[in-house]
């Protein structure tokens, strides 16, 4: 198992999201996590990020302790709810930057940047400041920097915000790539998202379901 | 290292640019200063004396400018989730952007002070001593600041918290600061002063970055 969670428990503030929670994914799988707001996605996704520290439970990432993989930091790629992109870069500088932070240098930060603009439909805007894109082309510039070195897994937060159908079905596209490669992927969204053969995590409750096909959670 | 440096380019030229610290914070140095001989008349002797003094607390000040936003502004967009879960260490991350904020603010300061001193007739032999002393000293402005930057991220009130936590802990720059520029002035060596700013110097820069990440890792639960 890539990522095991044994006995979860999570205290925000005074209040507890949620207790018991036990799943494991493995190379390549999926799992959506499901809940109404506030039931604790996002805090059980900047938990697995390392920004909050379980008020029980363990997690264990290839068969050890998340403190002792001292490979997980890198091995994780995590992108929240906002964008993280400076509106008076161009979108090309944003996302190099962000492959200078993972630790490229700063030419293949950039050759890297460009391609991945070019598959993601933003190569036109490469350019451009930021300040002028869309609501969804940012996410799209965010979601990018998922794509510029590989990760072992991937911790989604509403990925989907803002994207046109063309750009979810490039979203779909790029995590079943990354499946293919051997990725998992840990995903929190309330609507469907193109994530085929996923289990899914309902919170508070924490229990595992399969998930339903795309469209069915609408009506 | 290359993050490192990309974090110091990058916060640099946000400093720089059109909503930058550097503009604002050399600005109003510039103005309190030249506010001076206005306000307490243009006597040489009476400017000369309190000269020292004026150009310290004014780059106290000017320095506090700038401070809250200086984790404030990655914190609203979410750039800090991605520094804090990059391969460089937190600490190191929070040192380089501290280098940016002094390269951007400090260091300018620093170097249009001696003109400054000049206008406010201060003794013409003070004047290496004043710029070394803020070239020791203004570091040290940007590491403490940094750590009450960190401490105040995510209070509404950040810009009033800031000063409030750091000026006490800057007093002894202020002292051995102007210490410095008057025992050139006078005609004694200014030595004892500047070692005494750059031990304050030397402690800040190994403790400001630790306290620093540690606050901003707090910030990001």
Redesign the interface.
């Known amino acids: 198992m890539a990522l095991s969670v044994e006995g979860l428990a999570v205290i925000r503030g005074e209040r507890r999201l949620f207790k018991d929670l036990s799943f494991s994914l493995a190379a390549g799988e999926a799992m959506l996590l499901r809940g109404p707001n506030g039931s604790g996605k996002s805090s059980l996704l900047r938990l697995l990020?390392?920004?909050?520290?379980p008020a029980a439970g363990t997690i264990a990432w290839q068969g050890r302790p998340l403190a002792e993989a001292e490979d997980f930091?890198?091995a994780a790629?995590?992108l929240?709810?906002?964008?993280?992109?400076?509106p008076?870069?161009t979108t090309e500088q944003n996302l190099a930057?962000?492959g200078?932070?993972?630790?490229?240098?700063?030419a293949t930060a950039e050759i890297r940047a460009g391609e991945v603009l070019d598959a993601a439909g933003l190569g036109r805007q490469r350019r451009l400041p930021a300040r002028y894109l869309s609501a969804g082309q940012k996410r799209r510039l965010a979601l990018c920097?998922l794509l510029l070195m590989p990760a072992k897994l991937w911790l989604l937060d509403e990925p989907t915000n803002a994207l046109d159908s063309a750009a979810i079905d490039w979203l779909g596209r790029a995590l079943a790539d990354h499946r293919a490669q051997g990725g998992a992927v840990l995903l929190a969204s309330h609507v469907p998202v193109p994530l085929p053969d996923a289990q899914a995590l309902l919170l508070p409750e924490g229990k595992l379901a399969k998930d339903e096909p795309a469209g069915d959670e609408l009506t | 290292m290359?993050?490192f440096w990309?974090?110091v380019q990058?916060d640099l030229?946000?400093n720089l640019?059109?909503?930058g610290a550097a503009l604002t914070t050399i600005l109003f140095f510039v103005l309190a200063i030249s506010l001076f001989p206005l306000g307490v008349g243009p006597e040489p002797q009476l400017l000369a004396r309190i000269s020292a003094g004026v150009i310290w607390v004014a780059a106290l000040l000017a320095a506090q400018l700038s401070l809250d936003r200086l984790f404030q502004a990655d914190h609203?967009?979410?750039?800090l989730?991605?520094?804090?879960?990059?391969?460089?260490p937190l600490t190191l991350t929070i040192a380089a952007k501290l280098l940016a904020h002094w390269l951007g603010t400090g260091l300018p300061l620093a170097l249009i002070a001696p003109l400054l001193a000049i206008m406010l007739q201060m003794d013409s032999a003070a004047l290496p001593a004043l710029l070394l002393a803020l070239l020791l000293g203004t570091p040290s402005l940007s590491l403490i600041g940094g750590i009450g930057a960190a401490l105040t991220l995510g209070a509404r009130r950040g810009a009033v918290l800031v000063p409030l936590l750091t000026l006490p802990l800057l007093i002894p720059v202020l002292i051995f600061g102007v210490g410095a520029v008057e025992a050139a002035a006078t005609g004694l060596s200014a030595s004892p002063h500047l070692l005494l700013l750059g031990a304050f110097l030397a402690l800040a820069l190994v403790l400001s970055p630790f306290a620093a990440a540690a606050a901003v890792k707090l910030a990001?639960?």
Do not use: M, W
């Open positions: 990020a390392g920004f909050l520290a930091r890198a790629l995590y929240g709810h906002q964008d993280a992109v400076k008076q870069f930057y962000a200078c932070l993972l630790g490229l240098d700063n920097r | 290359s993050a990309a974090i990058r030229r946000i640019g059109a909503q609203e967009d979410g750039t989730d991605l520094l804090a879960r990059a391969p460089l990001l639960e």
